[in-house]
C-alpha cells in the first residue's frame, strides 16, 4: 500500500536525477459514461503509460460539473475551479468522482498528461464528449431510469475527517429490487475488495465509499479488544438508506497482508471483523480459500455499514460503549476531500528543474507553465 508521505519522500530522493531522465513518450486514455442523468454522480478513469518515474494529469471538467474525490490522495490532488491537477508517481490508473449539472446538454472534457521532462501528451480521446439528460427525459439510457430515482442514492458522503483518511476507493451500482448487487473496488487503494447485498427495493444507481483510516475513527469511542490491523468506514449510498427495510444478505469481502499477520506473529484464524452501532459486533467472519503470496483474503456477514475494524486475537462477542457524543463531530468534518488551490492555475504542484526540488524541500515539486 503506497503512502502519501513514501510518495513525496520518494519524489524528492530522485531530484538530483530527474535531469538526466531519458525521454519518454507518454499517453494517457480516459474513459468516462457517454451519458448521465442531471445531479448524478459518476466517475472518471484514466488510464496512463510511459511517463517516467512521475507525471502529471491536467483535467479540464466542463463548467457546470463538480469535483467529489478521487482515488489518489489527498495531497496528490490540486483543484482550482474547473481545473484538477492529478499528480502520479508509477501510477498506472486512477479514477476521479464528478457530479453532473443540473443542466441537460452535451459537454466537453479535455486534459493532458505531462511527464519528467514536461513533455507535454493529450488525453485521449482529446475530446471527450458527455450528455447530461433529464431524470425524467425519454432519452435512449434505458437502463438509468428507475421511476425516477437514478439518483436517490446519492454520493453519500463521509462524515468522518479527512484528515484520517489514509486512502478510498469510490463504486457504483444500480439497485434493483430482487437483484444480488455488488460494488467492487478494483484498485486496491483500501483493504476492503467488495461489498455485496440483496436488494429489497430499487434505490436507482447509488455509490458505495470505502475508506482506510489512519487511526481510530472520530465516529466512535474506543476499539474492541485485540491487536488493529485497519479502521475502516463503508458508506453505501446517502441518507442511511442500506438500512434492514431497504437491503439483507449484507457482506464485506476485505483482505489482510501476510506480512503484518507474520511480524504480529498473529494467525489468521484468529482475525475478525466488527461492527460498530452503539456497541461493537464481532461478525461472522470467514477465511477464504484464495492462494496469494501477498494478502489473506476474508468475508464477513454484517447487519449494516458504517465504521468497522479489522481486529486479530480477540474472543469476546460484543462491547458496550458509550454512544458517540454528538459535539465530538464539532465543525471540522470535512465535506470535501480535496481542497481548491489558493494559488491559481499557476501555481498547481507538478515538476520544475531539480535545484528547484531541492529549494522547496517538503513539495513534490512544481509547474508553472499554464494549462
Known sequence: MKRPEFKIAFVLLLGLIL???????????????????TSEVFEVTINVADYGVAGQVLEKIPAGFTYVSSTLPEEAVT????????????DESFSYTLKAPEST??????GLLRDINKAEFSVLPASSSIKVVSTSGSSGGSSRKSSGSSSSG?????????????????????VTNGTHVRFDFPNGVTCIRYVEFDAKKTLGKITTIAEMLKGQSNLVP?????TVYKNVNIWVGSGGIANSDNIEN????????????????????????????DSWSKLDTEKLDEESDTYVYFEAETPGFGSFVIVAGDDSGSIEVEPVPTADAGDDVASEPAKASSGGWRSTPGFESAAFLGAVGAAYCVMRRKF
Open 250 to 277: 449484507a457482506v464485506v469481502g476485505f483482505r489482510v497482508e501476510k506480512a503484518w499477520l507474520e511480524e504480529n506473529e498473529i494467525d489468521a484464524d484468529s482475525l475478525n471483523l466488527w461492527y460498530y452501532d
Open 79 to 90: 483543484v482550482n475551479g474547473s481545473k484538477i491537477s492529478f499528480l502520479l508517481i508509477n
Open 105 to 110: 446538454g452535451t459537454y466537453q472534457f479535455v
Open 19 to 37: 535531469c538526466t531522465v531519458p525521454a519518454s513518450a507518454g499517453s494517457a486514455e480516459r474513459t468516462l459514461p457517454s451519458s448521465v442523468s
Open 222 to 226: 474506543n476499539l474492541p479488544e485485540g
Open 154 to 174: 446519492g454520493a453519500g458522503g463521509s462524515p468522518e475527517l479527512q484528515s484520517n483518511v489514509e486512502a478510498k476507493e469510490l463504486s457504483q451500482a444500480f
